[in-house]
Structures are given as structure tokens and as C-alpha cells.
């Protein structure tokens, strides 16, 4: 279902530092996730993704954790970097080729 | 190279005033979707075409309407916009088919409503 929210949840890390954004969805049916990142003014672009049949999946500087038996997905970012600065979703396809969105979690890097 | 284009970028209409968006790709692919997003949501999908089959989301108000007249362009018509139907509105396209892949969005236009 859609998140509803007038102030998105907040991740303020240093630079250099490793980041982690959780995620929790909600349908046990899906089989495919994304992880997109939202700079201001822009549309969102796509970071890394992962299916069911896996638990991990890894990217540049990037890593997407999985678990089914919980519902949860997580993105790490490793050595945070001022341009990391965004505000990042997680989707999930639940219906064939339809992404259902999580509410968005806005990282800031200090410098 | 710009894949998913949209425009205007910055599009300002008055109260009651028909307004079209636009959206092409480079892509050739089979899906192109509506999103609305107003600030500090998620997008929330209006609807998708697949080919030229048309898929509203059960929510989507009946002043929202699109056209795919081929496989690069599609348009969001907003017959009466109101005060809030002030958002960003993106496109974006996936290949479709069997294999779930990503869909790959454009870069939005806001929308403004006097």
C-alpha cells in the first residue's frame, strides 16, 4: 500500500562512514525489490535490485540484504559520500511489473 | 543520453484549466506508467500502459486521463486540475515481459496549480 507521511524518516551520518537504510514490506508474495535513489528536483533513479531467490546482493559501494522471513530489506552504502545525499525508497513488485513503494528514508552526509 | 524524457519540466496551469504532460523513450519499451508524487511521499501510481493496453489503479481519480498513441509517447491529460493536483508527475518505462526488471523513470515535471 502507499505510505502516507508528511515528514520522511531522517539518516544523518558522517562522511566516510558506513550507512545503512531499512526498509519493511509488505507483501509476502513479492519477488523482486529495488532500491531507488531521489535527489531533489529529479526522478528517482535506480541504485541496485534483488529477488527473492537471493539474500544478498552486491553492487559498487552498495549492498542489498534481504530476508524473507521477516519482510525487511536493507540498503548499506560503504564510505558515505557528500553526493550519497538523497532521499532513498524501497520498491517491491507484487503484481507483475508494478512497484508498490516504501515511504522513503532522507539520508544527509556531513562533511 | 536521456532515456525517459519528459516535458515540460516546470508546467504551471490555473485552477480548471485542461493540462497535458508528455513523456517519450528511447527505450522501445513495452510499459510506460504515471506517477504522482507530492512532497516528501512515495510515488503513487495513476496508472500503465502495457503496449496499448490501458491499466487504471482502482484509486486514480476520473480526472486523470492518458493517451499512448505508439510506443515512445505517452501523455497524462489532467481534464480540471485542483489546488491538489499540484505535485510532481513522472514517467517511467520498463521492458516488461516475464522477467520482473526495473523500471527506469524520467526526470519529472512539476506541476503547478493558481
Known amino acids: 500500500g502507499e505510505s502516507v507521511g508528511l515528514h520522511l524518516p531522517t539518516l544523518s551520518v558522517q562522511e566516510g562512514d558506513n550507512s545503512i537504510i531499512n526498509c519493511a514490506y509488505s507483501?509476502?508474495?513479492?519477488?523482486?525489490f529495488i532500491w531507488y535513489k531521489q535527489e531533489s528536483g529529479k526522478g528517482p533513479q535506480f541504485i541496485i535490485d534483488?529477488?527473492?531467490?537471493?539474500d544478498k546482493r552486491q553492487g559498487q559501494r552498495v549492498t542489498v540484504l534481504l530476508n524473507k522471513t521477516v519482510k525487511h530489506l536493507s540498503l548499506q552504502i560503504a564510505a558515505t559520500q557528500p553526493g550519497d545525499s538523497a532521499v532513498y525508497f524501497c520498491?517491491?513488485?507484487?503484481?507483475?511489473?508494478?512497484?508498490?513503494f516504501g515511504g522513503g528514508t532522507r539520508l544527509m552526509v556531513k562533511p | 543520453d536521456a532515456m525517459v524524457i519528459q516535458n515540460p519540466r516546470y508546467q504551471v496551469t490555473q485552477f480548471g484549466k485542461p493540462v497535458t504532460l508528455s513523456c517519450s523513450q528511447t527505450?522501445?519499451?513495452?510499459?510506460m506508467y504515471w506517477y504522482q508524487q507530492k512532497s516528501s511521499q512515495a510515488p503513487k501510481l495513476l496508472f500503465h500502459?502495457?503496449?496499448?493496453?490501458?491499466?487504471n489503479e482502482a484509486d486514480t481519480p476520473d480526472n486523470f486521463q492518458s493517451r499512448r498513441p505508439n510506443t515512445s509517447f505517452c501523455f497524462l491529460d489532467i481534464r480540471s486540475p485542483g489546488l491538489g493536483d499540484a505535485a510532481m508527475y513522472l514517467c517511467?518505462?520498463?521492458?516488461?515481459?516475464?522477467?520482473?526488471?526495473?523500471?527506469?523513470f524520467g526526470p519529472g515535471t512539476r506541476l503547478t496549480v493558481t
Open positions: 527505450l522501445n519499451h513495452n510499459v
Open positions: 507483501n509476502s508474495a513479492s519477488d523482486y
Open positions: 500502459y502495457y503496449d496499448k493496453d490501458f491499466n
Open positions: 517511467a518505462t520498463s521492458k516488461g515481459g516475464a522477467l520482473l526488471d526495473e523500471q527506469y
Open positions: 534483488i529477488r527473492s531467490n537471493m
Open positions: 520498491a517491491e513488485d507484487d503484481a507483475g511489473n508494478m512497484l508498490t
